[in-house]
């Protein structure tokens, strides 16, 4: 009796198996790339692009930041090497 049951068992996966949905179709590598460029032309349309005003701000602030810490650097730099020179002569 013991083997009946193991039987059962063994064959009640294959049951299961043979009980899975069909797999879907497969959609067409032409119909992904279409499907792709709609995406990307309605994600484009929602950009919201800077207005001028905004550019020439950012841009001033980019430039001045440069500015202050290549000032920064330059003070450093002369400060240490001043001070090494004066660790030198010591």
């Known amino acids: 009796m013991a083997e009946k049951e193991k039987k059962a068992e063994v064959a009640a996966p294959a049951a299961k198996k ?3 949905p069909a797999k879907k179709d497969k959609v067409k590598f032409t119909e992904r790339i279409a499907k792709f460029w709609r995406d990307y032309a309605a994600e484009f349309k929602k950009i919201v692009w ?3 005003e905004d550019t020439v701000k950012n841009t001033a602030v980019v430039v001045a930041s440069i ?9 450093l730099d002369f400060l240490f090497s001043q001070g090494l020179t004066l660790l030198s002569h010591l």
């Open 18 to 20: 043979a009980d899975k």
């Open 50 to 52: 800077p207005t001028k």
């Open 67 to 75: 500015v202050a810490v290549g000032i920064c650097v330059a003070i």
